[in-house]
């Protein structure tokens, strides 16, 4: 028999409508299940998960990074009872030297005392510990039959649960960007693949690179999806007799784009997701940011658009990604043209693609790309 309770508390999805709720309801409770039914019991209640336990730290630390949380934390588990609660309450309070803000909510109306008689309860035997301003919440959850009382809460990342809202690939290019929008896509609940086109020999020399260790960093919120990976060499090839060089970084977007788009086919994910922000780069200008889009097919999902630098290096830092973004890498930027066209026609780049004969590079990267399983990253 368990000893201990975890309570999981519900994010954004809570505000659906009745049969969309149930349904991420069941979703995060299901990965609840699935990441701690070697160690606790998970059980499903109107408004939280509760998980009963012996080791109430290691389902928090697997639990704290799931996306569709908005917190969790250690409760203790009572009768609902006005004196139970109170006592419970006061021994914990006063096993510790800090100060409280209480919360406290009934499931139902048909409780025979109130909020208010549990708070003035409470206040009345330690004044000196309660603060309506305090940073450390004691929340309180009166229930028909059990009381949880959770004293300090830690914040979840929020969103919608693992794989509720469809699948993306990620354009990824381990620069600071994509991996923070991988991680805004996770967090709505889209399972994640990568597309990454590197400029090694073989792909066996990403292994210790930081490409790797992002997926590592980013499976902590538990996606796993794919890793695809692609060479560089072939639309390397099909530039070499570009005259109009400033238009080679837009083309090379458009290989990127079209491949990204073949893979989703292939491999029936519904959308691409970029790391791209408004006039950041010349190629995401609004105008190259239609050309570069024009004639795919699936969704493009750019979640930094109206971010600037600043404000994704901040995020970068509080996901713990930027540290990881800035190691040396053999990046395929290097080998851009420096003077990159701003503004661009589709007309004229779908010329040059067919001069260069774009498509057929494209089937070629399709040909040989080679699939990862992101799980395998993560146990070896």
Same mark, same amino acid.
């Given at each position: 028999?368990?000893?201990?309770?975890v309570? %999981? /508390?519900?994010?954004e999805?809570?505000?659906?409508?009745?049969?969309?709720?149930?349904?991420?309801?069941?979703?995060?409770?299901?990965?609840?299940?699935?990441?701690?039914?070697?160690?606790?019991?998970?059980?499903?209640?109107?408004?939280?998960?509760?998980?009963?336990t012996?080791?109430?730290?290691?389902?928090?630390?697997?639990?704290?990074?799931?996306?569709?949380?908005?917190?969790?934390?250690?409760?203790?588990?009572?009768?609902?009872?006005?004196?139970?609660?109170?006592?419970t309450?006061?021994?914990?309070?006063?096993s510790?030297?800090?100060?409280?803000?209480?919360?406290?909510?009934r499931?139902?109306?048909?409780?025979?005392?109130?909020?208010?008689?549990?708070?003035?309860?409470?206040?009345?035997?330690?004044?000196?510990?309660?603060?309506?301003?305090?940073?450390?919440?004691?929340?309180?959850? %009166?229930?028909?039959?059990?009381?949880?009382?959770?004293?300090?809460?830690?914040?979840?990342?929020g969103?919608?649960?693992?794989?509720?809202?469809?699948?993306?690939?990620?354009?990824?290019?381990?620069?600071?960007?994509?991996?923070?929008?991988?991680?805004?896509?996770?967090?709505?609940?889209?399972?994640?693949?990568?597309l990454? %086109?590197?400029?090694?020999?073989?792909? =066996?020399?990403? @292994?210790?690179?930081?490409?790797?260790?992002?997926?590592?960093?980013?499976?902590?919120?538990?996606?796993?999806?794919?890793?695809?990976?692609?060479?560089?060499?072939?639309?390397?090839?099909?530039?070499?007799?570009?005259?109009?060089?400033?238009?080679?970084?837009?083309?090379?977007?458009?290989f990127?784009?079209?491949?990204?788009?073949?893979?989703?086919?292939?491999?029936?994910?519904?959308?691409?997701?970029?790391?791209?922000?408004?006039?950041?780069?010349?190629?995401?200008?609004?105008?190259?940011?239609?050309?570069?889009?024009?004639?795919?097919?699936?969704?493009?999902?750019?979640?930094?658009?109206?971010?600037?630098?600043?404000?994704i290096?901040?995020?970068?830092?509080?996901?713990?990604?930027?540290?990881?973004?800035?190691?040396?890498?053999?990046?395929?930027? @290097?080998?851009?043209?420096? /003077?990159?066209?701003?503004?661009? /026609?589709?007309?004229k780049?779908?010329?040059?693609?067919?001069? &260069? =004969?774009? =498509?057929?590079?494209?089937?070629r990267?399709?040909?040989? &790309?080679? %699939?990862?399983?992101?799980?395998?990253?993560?146990?070896?």
């Amino acid at each position: 028999m368990y000893n201990e309770t975890v309570s %999981v /508390h519900f994010a954004e999805f809570w505000t659906k409508t009745e049969k969309k709720r149930d349904y991420y309801k069941r979703k995060l409770f299901n990965k609840i299940f699935e990441l701690t039914k070697d160690i606790a019991y998970a059980e499903l209640l109107y408004d939280r998960v509760i998980v009963k336990t012996d080791k109430p730290s290691d389902v928090i630390e697997r639990l704290r990074y799931i996306p569709g949380i908005s917190w969790l934390g250690r409760s203790l588990e009572v009768k609902t009872d006005l004196d139970a609660i109170v006592k419970t309450a006061l021994d914990y309070i006063n096993s510790s030297n800090e100060r409280f803000r209480l919360n406290i909510s009934r499931s139902e109306k048909s409780i025979p005392f109130t909020s208010k008689d549990i708070y003035d309860a409470i206040y009345s035997k330690a004044r000196d510990r309660i603060d309506k301003g305090s940073s450390n919440v004691m929340k309180i959850r %009166v229930m028909k039959d059990l009381t949880y009382i959770t004293p300090n809460r830690i914040l979840g990342i929020g969103g919608f649960p693992p794989d509720s809202n469809g699948s993306a690939l990620v354009l990824f290019s381990g620069g600071i960007d994509s991996p923070v929008a991988s991680y805004m896509a996770i967090k709505k609940g889209l399972k994640i693949n990568y597309l990454h %086109v590197h400029a090694f020999p073989s792909s =066996d020399y990403i @292994v210790d690179t930081k490409i790797f260790k992002l997926m590592k960093h980013l499976s902590r919120y538990n996606n796993r999806g794919r890793l695809f990976l692609a060479s560089f060499k072939d639309f390397q090839r099909s530039v070499l007799l570009l005259k109009e060089r400033k238009y080679e970084t837009l083309l090379f977007k458009r290989f990127l784009y079209k491949l990204a788009d073949r893979i989703a086919e292939r491999y029936k994910i519904e959308s691409l997701v970029t790391g791209e922000s408004i006039s950041q780069v010349s190629s995401q200008t609004i105008s190259n940011l239609r050309t570069t889009e024009y004639g795919i097919d699936r969704l493009i999902i750019r979640p930094l658009i109206g971010l600037n630098k600043e404000e994704i290096i901040k995020m970068a830092r509080e996901i713990g990604t930027y540290e990881l973004s800035i190691e040396k890498y053999k990046d395929v930027c @290097v080998f851009y043209y420096k /003077h990159a066209a701003t503004r661009s /026609h589709i007309e004229k780049i779908l010329d040059i693609e067919r001069s &260069i =004969d774009l =498509d057929a590079a494209v089937e070629r990267a399709f040909n040989s &790309i080679e %699939v990862i399983d992101i799980s395998s990253l993560t146990n070896s």
